[in-house]
Structure formats: structure tokens, C-alpha cells
């Protein structure tokens, strides 16, 4: 679609701050008035250049409109962020910023507002809490701070490796995750996809109906990329030529809630603070709601490339010329709440709000609880000690898609979500002018904040378990952490409360503002009537921040969804306990079949190991960007569950056929963990707490077996070995 006019587009004057002494001007509106006019008056098109030779001087007269029209794109930039500040000396929290990259606005916002110390260079004395804006592993802090990121998490909410989790919890509890579409691996299942829409559309002509849509994804894709819609396997075949990358392709779902004609999906934050041995997952109470720029119509042979109408990232959607940026209740982006409000003004007793609420915690909760296995063999295998996972805790970004019937579905997670607080309108190709974003401030502001808040909080509960240094965040008071914690009932009293926290914040200096706070303190109109009234419960709520799981009493019945935990265990133990080792060898496979006597229980002879080795590693190679020869955590999952089919439960055969998958994973699982010495799964204690128990109880045996002058010299061997080091009870 064509742009809008760029001279349309004007120049709040109020979003301007004086950034002369950045960039060697007086004054910056002035400046930036200039410019604008300079590079709207040009028109510059970059690929210009290549009509005229290296010494043609037009060519040099294009480079310098080139370069001021940059300049201007920088200084909008600029003009936007947050000032570095005057920091506390006695500040009870420092966090490292050095990497954080385009978080660093909305972090240094949160950290004035909880009166915190920004070390924007690192250096010194590890902070207590290190933000990194990609990945775990730009920790500058080392393993004594608190880290935004969890470890190999970002792989493991790859498309491909998500659908995978949710499948084989899908298997143990049908029941409990339906929430997501069928799903298919390409080109791995292309035969079974293949098979499965030739079959739906011969159905569907039989009825007169047209044949099922179905939307392609890259497994690695982000910001909408490479996403596009088929109707058969012949499609993706085409699209795929010369492109031998990995897909998932999902049924389309073709009856999405519509607001105002128009299809959108919602982007809620969720919180995961600690994963090992416990999980805690908060959810915050408002988010943004996404729209297509293009009115909504059932996919068919015209629309099916319209992207604007089917696809609802902000990505694709914010160049059409349709979108409308900045407002929270009419524009192309929304608030949650705001949604919500319309939902119930429009829907009236038949949009069920708190339900709503409910079933997306549910799913939220599940989805978490399907991905924490993985994450804890990367969490155990990547600390300081092996068995000893780091202190991280991340925001994710759950993409839900809501259904005619107020059904939500997950689309996707996002484990790194975009915290930025500023929208962008192209000039010319390659150049940009920033804004703020009224709408995003209004949301990211309070998640970061409260997300910090109650991470600060857990710090201080680990305080007695185990001592920091610098342990600086220890002598803040209960008191002053409870300053912000007091939760609004209903979406009305949420913007009402977040307006009086940015209008008088007593951690933010009032001399150094720029018009990004200015622009927070701006009193929001009247929401509109309350819309929802949730009961009080003994979850851990700060500010916008609200404990869903385990501290929720609403959901603590997903308690029972936790079973493959100890199969993460398992193959812990299995590995051998290498640091950095998140993949099992053929050689340690066949010792787990010896030692559970596998062949015994299920049938499975080492031949039969060995095939079933192969095949997982051959199917799964492709998935794992890790060059490290074994099977991932999900191929041996899947192999387990393969085993369990054919176990020999107590009962008989007739007993075995009627047992459910869950009975007989669960019957196999408690059996390997019986012969490799971890017993039954104890979701409060960690491995390297089961290694050491078993090693105590078993040293005994060890010792009374020997003569007395050999008993105390295992003896004095054995008190050294539980003072210095913790090794297998098979070792010793």
C-alpha cells in the first residue's frame, strides 16, 4: 500500500527536548524544524546513487543529503531517551545496563521510579541484578548476580520446539492442551501433512464447502517474517524451492473475535521468577492488543497473500498507511484493558470478562509448565556447579489469538519481547523520525517497574538461604518494598493507579525530566465503567504484577501437570553430570537401558537401543542449532514414551492396555529412577541435593563391607569427600 503523505506527519513540539549540547546546536527544535523541511523538500531515494559514477559531483550532493538526513533521524532518536540522571550513592539495588540494548530506555525509567543505582558500564563489584537485551549468555555480572535471562530459553520457544513441548504434554493430558492449533514439522511430516489436507479438502468438497486454510511459520522467524498462507501441501512445496529451512505449519484458524470488522491478537507479558525448584509465574493485568489494518473477510483465493487483513504483527501492519499510532482506544494498537472495556460495552452479559482472564492464566500457566523440563537441564548444566542452577527470571511475551466463542488460543511465545517505547514513521527508505508511544508507556513502564519490584523481593526471601556479595539489596525494608504493592481490583482502578504513580513517584527526580516522563504524567481521561471485580486471593501481587502459579490457589490443581521433571532428572544422570552437557551420547543411552533393565520390562534388547538411538538422532539433528553430537532433551522424551508403550505393568496384559499414556510413563519413570538411585520426584529438592543423599546412604553399605584396617582408611576418604566434592554414588 502507498505511504502516507510525510507532510501529514507533523512534529509534536512538545516531544522535543534540547539535545544542543549533544550535538553541537543552540537550539534542537529549531534544528530538527530545519531538517525535517530540508529532507521532506529533497525527497532523497538512496538508490539514486547508483545513476551516477564514482566522480560524478551529483553523486557527492546526494551523499550529503543522505547524511543530513540521518543526522535528523538521530537526533529524533535522541531527543526521545531517557537521561542518564544523578544516581543515588545509598541506592538499596544496582543494575547493570550494559547490555541491554533497546531495553534501556523503559529500564533506566524503572529504575529511577524504585530509586535504584544504574551502572550503565559495568565495572567494579558484581550488581545485584544484571539486564541483558538478547541472551543469557552477554551476562557481564557472572553467577553472584540475578539475571533478566534464563539459559537456552531463547531455543527453546523456537516454533518448532514449543510445538514439540505442547505435543508431548498433549499425550500425558489431552484434556488440558487444547489451546493450540494443529500443528505440523516441515518438511519432517510433509508426508503426514500431505495426507491430512488431502483429506480435509476432499471432505470439505463433499459438503460444498472450500477447502481448509493453513499459515506457514519459519521455526527461527521473528517480526513476521517468512509467514504466509496455503491451502495444500503443494503450496509449501512450491514456496520452499531451493529453501531447505525448517517450518511449522498450523490449521489457520478462520474465526477470530472481531473488533470494529478488524482481526487482532493480544500480546500479554508473563513473568517466570525461578524455575528451579520451583517455578513462580506472574502475569501482568494489562498488555497490548494488536489489529490487522485491513477489515477482516474468510480467506479465499483473492485475499489469501493479504497479509494486512490475516496477519496481526505490528511489524507488517505499522507500513501500511491504515495505521493508526498513539491512541489506547481507537488506534491500531490497544491496551488490554481498554479491549476488555469495549468487549463488555458491546458484547454486554455474553463476553464473560473474568472468565476470560481465567482461561488465558490457565494457559499461560500450562504453556510454562510444558517448557520447564528443557529449561531445567539447560538451568543444571550451565551453572556455577553442576546441578546448580543460576538465579535468572525473564519476561516473556505470549501472543493469544481469541476466538469467536471467547476461546483463547496461543499463537506463539516470545522470549524476548519488544520493550521499546517509541514507534518509528519512515521519511525515506532507510531514514526514520521517532515518537513516542503513549500506549506502550502505559504498559511497559508499570511491567518493567513491578517486574523489578518483585524480583527484588524474591532476592530478599533467598537472603536466609543463601548470602550474596555485595549483598547491598539486603538492608532495604519490608516497608519500602511494600510502597507499590497494593493491587487494583478491576482494569479501571489499574490506569487510575498507574497515573497516580507516575504523576508524584518519590524515586524520580523532578529536575531531570524529559518529555518521555512528561509525557507518563499526562492525566488519562475517564476508562469508562468498572469491568470486572476479581476476588481477593493469597497470590503474591505487586503492582501490576499478580502471582498466578504456584502461589495462586486458582490454578494450583496444574500442580499435577509437573510429571516429566523427573524424567528431566533422568536424563540428567544419564549424561553423567558434565557441566554444558544438554545432550545424551549412544553410549550413555545404552548404559540407561543396562542399568533399568529395560530389556527386561519393556523388551528393548541393546539392538533394539541402538535402532531407537539412531532414529531419534536422525529426526532430530535439524531442529538443534547445537553442532553437539546426542539427543536433546525432547528426542529422549520421545523415545521414553516409545518405551512406556510396551512396559510390563503389574496386572497383565489386560491392565497394560487399558492404561492411559500417563499411568504407563509414570509406572516406567518411577522405575528408572529406582534403578539410578533418584527415587521417586521430589519437585522441592534438586538433583545435586538427590546426588548427595544417595551417596550418604549408600557410603555405609560401601564401608561395613571391607576389613577394619580398610574401613578407616574409606572412612577418612569418605569424610573428605563430603566436605570438598559431590561425586556419584556409581563412581564411588
Known sequence: EKEPPLESVELPSSEVVSVGDSFGIASASDELSRLRQQVLR??????????????????????????????????????IAVPFGVQPRDAPVRVDTTMSHTNLDVVRLAIKQLGWRECPSGGGDPCEICWNGLSYAENPGGEDSCVNRFPGIGDLLHKVNLSRALETMRRLFPEEFGFYPDTWFLPHQLAEFTQYSEAAAAEAAKSGQPAPCYIVKPDAGAQGGGIYLIRSAADYSRQQSGRPLSHIVQTYLDS??????????????????????????????????????????????????????????????????????????????????????????????????????????????????????????????????????????????????????????????????????????????????????????????????????????????????????????????????????????????????????????????TNNENDLEQDMETEQPDQGPIVESEPADSACTIGCMTEIFPGSGRHFDLQRLRVLEGLADLFLTACGGRRGCVKLGATAFRGLARKCSLQRVCGLSMADANILYIDLQRRWEYLSSDPTGGICFQAFAEGFFKMAENFRMGGGQSRRDSASMLDKVSSLLNHCCDCMGLGEKQPQQSLQQKQKINHQQQLPTLVSKSDSNRKRKVGKLAAEIREEVLILPEIV
Not at 551516477?52 to 535522541?78: I, N, P
Not at 499463537?411 to 500506549?439: A, K, M, Q
Open 42 to 79: 529533497h525527497r532523497f531515494n538512496p538508490t539514486q546513487l547508483r545513476k551516477y559514477k564514482r566522480t560524478d559531483f551529483r553523486r557527492q550532493v546526494l551523499l550529503d543529503r543522505l547524511a543530513e538526513a540521518k543526522r535528523y533521524s538521530r537526533l529524533t532518536r535522541a531527543r
Open 256 to 509: 477470530p473475535l472481531l473488533l470494529d470488522g478488524y482481526k487482532f491478537d493480544l500480546r500479554l507479558y508473563v513473568l517466570l521468577l525461578e524455575a528451579d525448584p520451583t517455578p513462580r509465574v506472574f502475569i501482568c493485568r494489562d498488555g497490548l492488543a494488536r489489529f490487522c489494518t485491513q477489515q477482516y473477510a474468510a480467506p479465499n483465493a483473492d485475499n489469501l497473500g493479504a497479509n494486512l487483513m490475516h496477519l496481526t504483527n505490528y511489524s507488517i501492519n505499522k507500513r501500511s498507511r491504515a495505521f493508526v499510532h498513539g491512541n489506547a482506544e481507537t488506534g491500531s494498537k490497544r491496551t488490554f484493558s481498554s479491549v476488555l472495556r469495549q468487549l463488555a460495552a458491546s458484547m454486554g452479559d455474553s463476553c464473560d470478562v473474568l472468565a476470560l482472564r481465567r482461561s488465558i492464566e490457565r494457559l499461560c500457566v500450562k504453556t510454562t509448565l510444558a517448557v520447564l523440563p528443557e529449561l531445567l537441564v539447560n538451568m543444571r548444566q550451565r551453572g556455577a556447579t553442576v546441578g546448580q542452577s543460576p538465579r535468572c527470571f525473564q519476561i516473556l511475551g505470549f501472543d493469544v489469538l481469541i476466538l469467536s466463542d471467547l476461546t483463547p488460543v496461543l499463537l506463539e511465545v516470545n522470549s524476548c519481547p519488544s520493550l521499546r517505547l517509541d514507534y518509528e514513521v519512515e521519511l525515506i527508505p532507510g531514514v526514520s523520525e521517532y515518537f513516542i508511544s503513549p500506549v506502550d508507556v502505559q504498559v511497559k513502564q508499570a511491567l518493567v517497574r513491578d517486574s523489578l519490584a518483585t524480583v527484588e523481593r524474591w532476592m530478599l526471601q533467598r537472603t536466609d538461604q543463601k548470602a550474596t556479595k555485595p549483598a547491598a539489596h539486603s538492608s532495604r525494608s519490608e516497608e519500602k518494598i511494600r510502597q507499590n504493592q497494593t493491587a487494583p481490583s478491576n482494569d479501571l482502578e489499574l490506569d487510575e493507579t498507574e497515573n497516580m504513580e507516575t504523576d508524584a513517584d518519590p524515586g524520580t527526580d
